[in-house]
């Protein structure tokens, strides 16, 4: 499975998900890199990112979300979710985890570039210019924001995104970790979730006995969604499945 980042728990007990283990305190310290093992212009919290503009963010991401909506995956994406009944109730889009669009990482810009067009094709077929997107990534830069709120959508600060999904909402988070999946499952449970298949976890178990996580993600996945396979693009959305909820019996 390609994963971008990790997860670290701060010290509210919240669960981030980041390139690699540190604190991740609310203020961004932004310092010019200088060790010639990072290939970013400036790091935030170590993470390196490029400086770009808004009109280079826009230039890239038109990039990758050309080459996303002439693929066979998004049309298959679109036929999957035009199939769903869930379709026509979705209220709102939550967006979780889908990463920086200024990484230092070429291979991360490309997927949550990717991920990002991924998220437009399936608003298309909603078809409803007044339903909402929140977005959340701690992650995120000053400029990540700005081309976010470009497209109308709403950049909140953990937890809020959790806190805005409802029976009527829609959530994307792809590659997240376990705990991610977990907070969703201990809240209020979404008509569709777009993320990493149980399998995938199931896997991480080293004893007989699955842990409390595994067993809260499993209630909701086996006993309250139906699922099928995410379209694949490189791997972009590698183990990555379409959860919608159950008909009512």
């Known amino acids: 499975m390609f994963t971008k980042r990790r997860e670290v728990v701060d010290e509210e007990g919240w669960t981030h998900v980041i390139d ?3 604190r991740a305190p609310k203020t961004q310290n932004k310092t010019p890199v200088s060790s010639p093992s990072h290939t970013g212009d400036f790091e935030v919290n170590s993470i390196p990112y490029i400086n770009r503009n808004l009109e280079e963010v826009k230039r890239d991401f038109f990039y990758w979300q050309k080459q ?3 693929s066979s995956a998004c049309f298959e994406l679109r036929e999957k979710i035009l199939s769903r009944n869930e379709i026509c109730k979705i ?3 939550v967006v979780l985890g889908i990463g920086s669009l200024l990484s230092a990482r070429r291979e991360a810009r490309r997927c949550s570039a990717t991920q990002l067009a991924a998220v437009k094709t399936i608003l298309r077929v909603i078809d409803d210019e007044t339903v909402p997107v ?7 830069v000053k400029m990540d924001q700005e081309f976010l709120s470009h497209l109308g959508w709403t950049v909140v600060e953990n937890p809020k995104a959790f ?3 409802s029976i009527n909402s829609l959530v994307f988070a792809v590659h997240c970790y376990r705990s991610l999946y977990c907070t969703i499952a201990n809240g209020c449970r979404p008509a569709i979730l777009i993320g990493t298949k149980l399998e995938n976890f199931e896997k991480l178990e080293f004893s007989q006995k699955p842990s409390a996580e595994l067993n809260v993600l499993k209630s909701m996945i086996e006993g309250f969604f139906d699922e099928t396979d995410f379209p694949q693009m490189r791997n972009d959305f590698s183990d990555t499945k379409i959860f919608c909820r159950k008909a009512p019996q």
Do not use: S
Not at 134 to 139: T, Y
């Open 163 to 165: 806190e805005m999904i």
């Open 68 to 70: 996303w909506d002439e």
């Open 20 to 22: 690699r283990m540190q």
């Open 134 to 140: 929140i977005v959340q990534d701690p992650q995120y």
């Open 91 to 93: 209220k709102n889009v």
